[in-house]
């Protein structure tokens, strides 16, 4: 996976999961990379902000080579569903269902992690132009405010300041509050950095899931790693390890990770049940969007099981399928594989996936940010799968059996005429097979949840463990029918 290629609109995933599903090749990007590095704007010249001749006046600051902002990708990052004739025309990857049996869209944003610093600049280099911008600010103020002060000696002063005695230091932060959260759940963070063997890569998230080592993150935050890269994980003190990927699930978009030579005190992040999650309940994210590490946003869940298909964009890309939890907490690319915790810190979804309207970024025309609509991935799916992939390496999916139809639809989930390469569209012995379903029939159910589209039945499908029953209502002829169906089993994404 390339990170040049990130965020672009992606075409209809394959016509035939989940007996398995397969995609063809995305649309070409927008814009493809050359390789070369977009110039790097240069930070302006220090306005004066005091009289010629102070000797309090700051000294001019002259632009540093890899200053702020840094050299933009030349295709927008994950998460950058403004860029390419699909923003265009208003449709990304990530937009979410409509509950009254809106059409889904096919076109989703992907939550890209930020693109890894080229050699020769580093992590260094983006800290160093955001405190070089701080500086700046810092030095008009202080300027400014001197020469006030030298013009009105006289006047005396109504500023009232607190008192150094206690500081900030002394504040109780009672338990459950977002200062509390995070200061508990941060050192059980990290941000992951891969890159492949030509020296691309991203930057991501990752929370340390038990005591052995084990990071759990995004599949897309690790891809560039895979096959030989290199993968580390920083955590908020600065301690970085090598790290190895264990195993990771494209279609789930999930992986896990496990540090080299692991430290002996490593906290597990508290995980929660997704399932008793309410809307309106408050969430709080963690995360490294655009590079900044640690970033605490807060927000609140929007609404849940919001069918997202999300996919890098990239020829080689297949699209991940979720049942998302929905929250308007800030999350930006290099988000992705961060914990959406609530309120009382234990971890309820992965961060993965934005809607958004611009191509616009920090620092960047390159890169889109949040407008507050964010998609996690469950965490009581996430923890299952995260299992799978500690016990053998390998993804486990469930299955109905029956190709379905991608094609955008607001009726329902039609089984196809034919299956992948002309084999049959209802495996036969499979579980649709067993339970009566045929070609042609329009599946508009499955238990409680409404289905309008085959990847949103796909996404429903995933949320359950093979041999779980659950009930599928159909139309064929006009006339509907329901029938038990107890899900088969998919190893690997293959």
Do not use: C
Not at 243 to 251: D, F, M, N, P, S
Not at 374 to 391: C, E, M, R, S, T
Not at 408 to 429: F, L, M, P, R, Y
Not at 451 to 475: A, C, F, M, N, R
Request: charged share 15%.
């Amino acid at each position: 996976m390339s990170t040049e290629n990130e965020g672009n609109p992606v075409p209809p995933a394959p016509s035939a999961p989940p007996v398995p599903p397969t995609s063809p090749a995305a649309s070409p990007q927008a814009a493809a990379s050359d390789g070369g590095e977009a110039p790097t704007t240069p930070i302006p010249p220090v306005p004066q902000g005091a009289p010629a001749g102070d000797p309090y006046a700051p000294p001019p600051q002259a632009p540093a080579e890899g200053s702020w902002p840094p050299p933009a990708p030349a295709i927008p990052s994950y998460a950058d569903a403004g860029a390419g004739a699909g923003a265009a025309a208003g449709a990304g990857w990530g937009s979410p269902y409509d509950q009254q049996q809106q059409q889904y869209q096919q076109h989703q944003p992907f939550q890209q992690p930020q693109p890894a610093p080229k050699k020769g600049s580093g992590r260094g280099g983006l800290i160093a132009a955001v405190l070089v911008a701080a500086l700046v600010a810092g030095g008009i103020g202080g300027g400014l405010g001197y020469t006030l002060a030298k013009n009105n000696d006289d006047v005396g002063s109504t500023t009232v300041s607190a008192s150094s005695d206690g500081g900030a230091t002394q504040v109780k932060r009672a338990s459950g509050t977002i200062a509390a959260v995070a200061h508990n759940a941060l050192p059980s963070t990290v941000t992951i950095e891969a890159e492949s063997t030509s020296g691309e890569g991203g930057t991501g998230t990752g929370f340390v899931f038990d005591t052995q080592g084990h990071i759990i993150t995004n599949n897309h935050v690790v891809a560039d790693a895979l096959d030989g890269g290199k993968l580390t994980a920083t955590f908020p003190d600065g301690k970085k390890y090598d790290a190895e990927v264990v195993g990771h699930a494209q279609g789930y978009d999930v992986a896990v990770i496990k540090l080299k030579n692991p430290p002996s005190d490593l906290k597990p992040l508290a995980l929660g049940n997704s399932d008793n999650v309410a809307v309106g309940d408050e969430t709080i994210a963690i995360g490294a969007p655009f590079g900044l590490s640690n970033t605490v946003t807060t927000g609140i869940i929007s609404a849940k099981n919001r069918p997202v298909a999300s996919s890098d964009g990239s020829s080689t890309s297949k699209a991940s399928y979720m049942s998302a939890l929905q929250t308007d907490a800030s999350i930006n690319p290099g988000n992705s594989g961060g914990p959406l915790m609530d309120a009382s810190g234990a971890v309820i979804g992965i961060n993965s996936a934005i809607q958004s309207a611009s191509s616009g970024g920090l620092g960047s025309t390159g890169q889109s940010g949040s407008i507050g609509l964010g998609f996690a991935i469950p965490i009581n799916q996430a923890k299952y799968v995260a299992q799978q992939l500690i016990k053998t390496g390998k993804p486990v999916y469930a299955k109905i059996g029956a190709s379905v139809s991608l094609e955008d639809s607001t009726n329902g989930a039609q089984i196809t005429d034919a299956g992948t390469g002309g084999s049959a569209a209802v495996e036969s012995g499979g579980p649709a097979d067993k339970a009566g379903l045929k070609p042609g029939d329009v599946i508009t159910k499955l238990d409680d949840s409404v289905i309008d589209s085959g990847p949103t039945l796909i996404g429903e499908i995933w949320t359950h463990k093979p041999e779980d029953k659950v009930q599928i209502t159909y139309k064929r002829g006009g006339s509907e029918h329901t029938v038990t169906v107890t899900l088969g089993s998919r190893v690997g994404d293959n």
